[in-house]
């Protein structure tokens, strides 16, 4: 049962232009949604997070939404950067437990120079 | 180093064998966490520390899984009777207390310890 869902396993887009990630969860419990990127061999990497009260948030090109009513939330970037290529993986937590992340299976961003 | 430091990078052992992976993590750094990566999956939770306890291992598949943090740092996850299906990238992660600071959700990740198990 998966309750953080990551269904496009691969994302291809141009420098310059806005790439769109994709998250669902099922878990209504979980209230505090984050975002990682991964290199090869390297560790994931924290990128951006928000809570649950709120709706967007944003850092430099990388904005998140969530939209509580669907259980859904997204990663846009703004433009894109060949850096950016990356696994990219949603993890959701419940506030105030002891921070235990549930992962998504995670998207290969690839940026085309 | 500044990071979260795991040995060794990779591992490969023989079914049936004992396994021990070590994580280091950032100093000052209360929490520490295990994670374990299969191949096309996310990080699935393991167990969590809370200085020398483990206050949630409800992630450990089985009791060929057990992991310490003796002195409230350094930790290490021991595997027994190894089998093939234990093949995974095992990452260490740690962070602050939980309930403090304005990162409340951020963990710090290793690069993990690759364990093949032939």
């Known amino acids: 049962d998966q309750q953080v869902k990551q269904n496009s396993p691969s994302l291809s887009v141009q420098e310059g232009r806005i790439s769109i990630l994709n998250c669902d969860y099922t878990?209504?419990?979980?209230?505090?949604f984050l975002w990682y990127k991964k290199y090869p061999a390297e560790g994931p990497t924290f990128l951006i997070s928000?809570?649950?009260?709120?709706d967007k948030n944003e850092d430099g090109r990388f904005t998140v939404f969530l939209n509580k009513s669907a259980k859904h939330l997204s990663l846009h970037i703004v433009p894109s950067q060949p850096g950016d290529s990356a696994v990219y993986f949603c993890?959701?937590?419940?506030?105030?437990?002891?921070?235990?992340?549930?992962f998504g299976s995670g998207t290969q961003l690839t940026v085309l120079p | 180093g500044a990071g979260v430091s795991q040995t060794p990078s990779n591992k490969v052992t023989e079914k049936g064998k004992y396994v021990e992976l070590r994580c280091d993590p950032i100093?000052?750094?209360?929490?520490l966490y295990w994670y374990r990566q299969s191949l096309g999956q996310g990080p699935e939770f393991l167990i969590y520390?809370?200085?020398?306890?483990?206050?949630?291992d409800s992630g450990l598949p089985n009791d060929r899984f057990f992991a310490v943090r003796p002195e409230g740092s350094v930790s290490t996850l021991k595997i027994q009777r190894t089998e093939r299906g234990d093949s995974a990238v095992y990452l260490c992660?740690?962070?602050?207390?939980?309930?403090?600071?304005?990162?409340?959700?951020?963990?710090?990740f290793g690069e993990g310890s690759r364990l093949t198990v032939l």
């Open positions: 992660a740690s962070s602050t207390q939980p309930g403090q600071g304005a990162s409340t959700g951020e963990l710090f």
């Open positions: 878990n209504s419990m979980f209230d505090y």
């Open positions: 928000i809570s649950s009260i709120k």
């Open positions: 993890a959701a937590s419940v506030l105030g437990s002891a921070r235990q992340l549930t």
């Open positions: 100093s000052g750094h209360t929490a």
């Open positions: 520390f809370q200085g020398t306890g483990a206050a949630d």
